[in-house]
């Protein structure tokens, strides 16, 4: 069979994956080119291949979607390769059919195989036919679609059950039903997400396991037939059935059971023919060491690095050497690998774990990873500056360790985590490093509940403590910023007040929930750092307070940006009642009356969000939002469903409407009874801060 040298791939893809992809095609000596949609045009990832070509708005449908306009710039750019990445079209057969017939290399496997085993449906028929010895779960996947067949499969089978979009992945189209008394809606909800998502209502019924590890095979196949595993990870750390947390070696296999699920997966590549790198993802019951086939990922998957650590291996370089139609047996390197230590991967994503973990949006001010550690490795596409926008997934970066073992590795991703700093955007950083203290992660014995079952452990009631350097910091920022930029009389002493018993205090909101009020003295500079006298909410009547020192305070000017005049950030050296502390602290103005302050603190090792209100509502405000609730889009979204109209009488935590961001579907919950005013319609797209609707007290 003759090569087919690759000399320019594009990467058919955004963000983290396309600056890993072509950081390999680097270092292989291979050209890249990028395609960007109009809110990356300035990205990383543009930047760092050799030429990049605009692609089209920000939708996904009209640039990473558009398969025909992808082809038409690898043909333009001169490109003889595509390389999909994750997510968009590379799991998309009839995309994968047209580069072929382009004369263009598909990086990925052929057109057939996504087809035969890419669609959940598709692959169970497959197993049942050409494989037959891997198990399989009990379910549904027929033709018939109607929600009457689906409700009669669904309460055949035990409940609870799984409804799982046929077509999908990441987790999205999948709904767990416990009951018959929610079963037809929950048919209803998933039929239409997998419709928005995946252009397919097609759905798949399977018994839902409450307690199982999900456990993957990493795959690779030639042309040449043959096949080789590179052992399993482990992704049962979930939330809303998307993974967490991932790991290799998994906890839970052993040598028998691991020599099992490595045979069912190339077992199963073989009689597909498959080519490239796959995933085949089972479910395992720990306690029987039973497992059943889920699906097989045809493509790289998301948390691909922490196998390339433990064997070595650069899973792009293989792909792209197979692509060319090198023969995995003669290259030798998958034979016998000496898998080494273990490693965890971790998905820094904006979202907001105290908030069902609903997606964020926001201008990152401050991006610091601890890439200095040992061992640590960070995949990202953003930078200072970078905008976490409504239109892509919520992942920011993956954080990767490797160490010599488990217990190490959990200790260095703590390390990793504590010491990365992101400010601007609500991300799941403190959630994270709860995950890595946690009790029963650090033992290995958790499976896909962990998350609910250790809620109270991992979302701890916040104390006064835990944010009060935070507060303390932010308060000290303003102060030497305000100071500085002060024009008129500068020589008075700071905070110099003719009205002695009028104590200079601020209030906080800290992560949008509970407040802080402090009050601070200054007391003089001496030998260069500027002494303080500060109290916190209660304790302002109590005792002396906090003895705080100010040492240094280093920061940037406020700059004017695409959304105004953005806030200055920088970083502060204190030391609080004698101890000696560091805080990153970012700036961002809302409005001329609202400042937002992210604080990382060094010691927590994650940030605080602290809201802060020049004008506080008055008494009369308050009384009115007692009357009439206003609901506001906390980012832009689509507003896919209407579900109370207006003129509608709802109860408290009746549903009003249904919105999508960052590819994820919320509904809004009435916070009260009342009578609803609609300010928007179905199908719209509304920026942030957006009044969408209103509940208007029902009088008696």
């Known amino acids: 069979m003759a090569p087919q040298v690759i000399n320019k791939v594009l990467i058919a893809n955004r963000g983290e994956i396309a600056c890993r992809v072509i950081r390999t095609c680097r270092r292989m000596g291979i050209a890249t080119v990028a395609v960007y949609s109009d809110s990356d045009e300035n990205a990383p990832f543009v930047r760092l291949a050799d030429e990049a070509y605009h692609l089209g708005p920000s939708v996904a449908a009209e640039s990473y979607l558009d398969g025909e306009k992808i082809i038409a710039l690898t043909k333009r750019s001169g490109a003889d390769s595509i390389h999909p990445g994750y997510g968009f079209l590379s799991e998309n057969a009839d995309f994968a059919q047209k580069v072929l017939e382009a004369g263009i290399n598909f990086i990925g496997p052929t057109p057939d195989s996504i087809r035969a085993i890419g669609d959940k449906s598709a692959a169970k028929n497959f197993i049942k036919t050409h494989a037959p010895t891997i198990p399989l779960i009990p379910g549904y996947n027929g033709d018939d679609q109607s929600v009457e067949r689906l409700e009669q499969e669904a309460k055949r089978i035990e409940f609870p059950v799984l409804l799982k979009a046929s077509a999908g992945g990441g987790g999205r189209g999948m709904r767990a039903v416990y009951d018959t008394s929610k079963l037809r809606e929950e048919i209803e909800a998933a039929k239409g997400e997998s419709l928005r998502s995946f252009g397919s209502d097609k759905l798949l019924i399977e018994k839902y396991f409450e307690s199982i590890r999900h456990v993957e095979i990493q795959v690779f196949g030639d042309k040449y037939g043959n096949v080789y595993h590179i052992n399993e990870r482990d992704c049962s750390v979930q939330r809303r059935h998307q993974k967490v947390v991932e790991e290799t070696p998994s906890p839970a296999v052993d040598p028998e059971l691991r020599k099992a699920m490595t045979g069912a997966a190339v077992e199963l590549c073989r009689k597909l023919g498959y080519l490239g790198a796959g995933t085949a993802e089972f ?12 699906e097989l990922n045809t493509r790289l998957q998301v948390e691909h690095p922490i196998t390339e650590c433990i064997s070595g291996l650069d899973l792009v370089e293989l792909q792209l050497l197979v692509a060319q139609g090198v023969n995995l047996k003669e290259l030798g390197i998958l034979d016998n690998i000496p898998f080494k230590g273990h490693a965890i991967e971790v998905r820094l994503c904006a979202e907001d774990p105290d908030n069902e973990f609903s997606p964020r949006t926001g201008l990152i001010r401050k991006w610091s990873p601890a890439t200095g550690l040992p061992g640590v490795r960070f995949d990202t596409g953003v930078e200072d500056g970078s905008e976490i926008t409504v ?10 360790v490797h160490a010599p073992t488990r217990e190490e590795a959990v200790r260095r991703m703590s390390a990793a985590l504590a010491r990365t700093v992101i400010l601007g955007v609500t ?11 946690n009790a029963r ?13 250790e809620r109270e452990q991992l979302f701890p009631k916040r104390q006064l403590a835990d944010v009060q350097g935070s507060v303390v910091a932010a308060t000290l920022f303003q102060w030497i910023v305000q100071k500085s930029q002060r024009v008129h009389l500068r020589n008075i002493q700071p905070n110099w007040r003719n009205v002695k018993w009028r104590v200079p205090s601020k209030k906080y909101t800290v992560n949008n929930q509970e407040q802080v009020e402090i009050h601070y003295n200054y007391q003089g500079q001496q030998q260069k750092s500027h002494q303080f006298q500060i109290k916190l909410s209660e304790e302002k009547n109590e005792g002396p307070g906090l003895q705080v020192v100010l040492y240094d305070a280093q920061y ?28 990153y602290v970012a700036e961002h103005i809302h409005d001329i009356n609202e400042k937002i302050y992210f604080v990382h603190d060094f010691v927590q090792g994650y940030p605080v969000e602290l809201a802060k209100f020049d004008r506080l509502q008055t008494s009369d405000a308050q009384a ?3 009357r009439v609730t206003p609901y506001t889009s906390s980012m832009p979204c689509r507003i896919l469903k209407i579900l109370a109209p207006s003129g509608t009488v709802v109860k408290k935590n009746d549903p009003l409407l249904s919105i999508e961001s960052m590819k994820t579907e919320v509904k809004l919950l009435s916070r009260h009874e009342g009578v609803v005013t609609m300010r928007v319609e179905e199908n719209q797209l509304v920026d942030a801060r957006v009044l969408l609707c209103q509940v208007d007290e029902v009088k008696k």
């Open 441 to 453: 992660f650090q033992s290995g014995t958790f499976d896909t509940n962990f998350i609910p079952l």
């Open 391 to 400: 239109y892509y997934d919520s992942m920011i970066a993956k954080i990767i």
């Open 556 to 583: 940037g000017t406020a700059v004017p940006g695409p959304e105004g005049v953005q806030g200055c950030a920088g970083l502060v050296r204190c030391s609080i009642d004698g101890s000696q502390r560091y805080f």
């Open 624 to 626: 009115e939002d007692d």
């Open 283 to 294: 479910i395992l019951d720990e306690k029987t060491k039973k497992f059943y086939f889920l």
């Open 427 to 437: 991300t799941n950083q403190k959630f994270l490093l709860s995950i890595m203290n």
